[in-house]
């Protein structure tokens, strides 16, 4: 039974972050006719997925996506969720416009807790403040706000800060995800890829704060030998089973994680978390090696 789906408009993106994972996919897809949008809408009602999340690249920027997500709403889908830079949302009417199409929920990205922080990882000055305005515009209309933070090697010192920041802006969830060493990821990685053991003090600084304000906070691809205390803030523990409609294929996102994306090290079968366990991006131990993840051993029994 999949629960979600994934529908990626197109890809195109006025951001040109340094770790975008749709890598040149802007270059090679057109963004998705209407007509194809509307179907794919209808085949996921007809397997019984009611919840969706409206990505790309900057789905913003799709000509039609307001049609997209009143056509969700009419055809029955409970929970449409906005994907998002979250600049196009420092403009009020446009958040009225998405709120009137039936959104119910955006997830507006923030990367850094300063204007140099987050434009360089975006490569667009200017950025940030949007973003910001756009995340206190849908706290002002009574939104749900859920953000992600992608931790790379330039930011994971930030991450308290950036925690800091969110909790002012009574945000309802923040989420750190380690950076996927794909796209434009891949093209960085000899800079842009920090070590799990490094940044752990600071996501664990970052994660306490946030619940210390009472903010929800989640991660992901952070496997739970490196969450001491923060096991349960796991993303992957409770991510519903979700088909992404891509550029190319439709992928069963739980399949491929499991599958192909991520795996286990050699210790792993020693670990308690090992039958719940997705380890991480298989493409972070080719740099790093299994060195980051030490196995939680069972308590020996008296
Ligand atoms: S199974 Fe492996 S990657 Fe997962 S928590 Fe245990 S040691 Fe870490």
């Not at 009417?93 to 709120?99: E, G, L, V």
């Not at 706290?139 to 706000?145: D, P, S």
Request: charge should be neutral; charged fraction near 20%.
């Amino acid at each position: 039974m999949i629960d979600r789906m994934d529908l990626k408009v197109g890809f195109q993106c006025n951001n040109r972050c340094l770790f975008c994972v749709q890598g040149d996919k802007r270059l090679r897809h057109p963004s998705r006719k209407i007509e194809d949008l509307i179907l794919k809408l209808e085949e996921g009602m007809q397997q019984g997925i009611r919840s969706l999340v409206v990505t790309g690249g900057e789905p913003t920027l799709h000509p039609l996506v307001l049609e997209v997500v009143s056509k969700a709403r009419a055809l029955g889908f409970t929970t449409v969720q906005i994907q998002t830079n979250g600049r196009l949302f420092a403009y009020e009417a446009a958040c009225r416009r998405f709120i009137q199409a039936g959104a119910t929920e955006f997830s507006p990205s923030l990367h850094g807790s300063s204007p140099q922080m987050h434009d360089f990882l975006t490569q667009v000055p200017g950025s940030f403040l949007q973003t910001m305005a756009g995340i206190r515009n849908l706290k002002q209309l009574g939104q749900q706000v859920l953000t992600n933070t992608v931790i790379t090697q330039h930011n994971y010192h930030d991450l308290p800060d950036i925690a800091r920041l969110l909790t002012g802006l009574q945000i309802d969830q923040m989420q750190f995800a380690f950076v996927h060493i794909l796209g434009e990821a891949e093209k960085n990685s000899f800079w842009l890829i920090p070590s799990k053991s490094l940044l752990q003090p600071y996501l664990l600084k970052a994660l306490a704060q946030g619940r210390k304000a009472g903010v929800r906070v989640m991660t992901e691809a952070i496997p739970p030998c490196l969450l001491p205390g923060f096991e349960d803030c796991a993303a992957e523990w409770i991510m519903p089973s979700t088909l992404v409609y891509d550029a190319e294929a439709t992928i069963d996102y739980l399949r491929y994680r499991k599958t192909d994306g991520k795996g286990l090290g050699p210790r792993c079968q020693e670990c308690v978390w090992a039958c719940r366990c997705e380890g991480p991006w298989k493409e972070y131990p080719s740099h790093f090696g299994w060195e980051d993840f030490r196995p939680i051993l069972k308590p020996i029994e008296k």
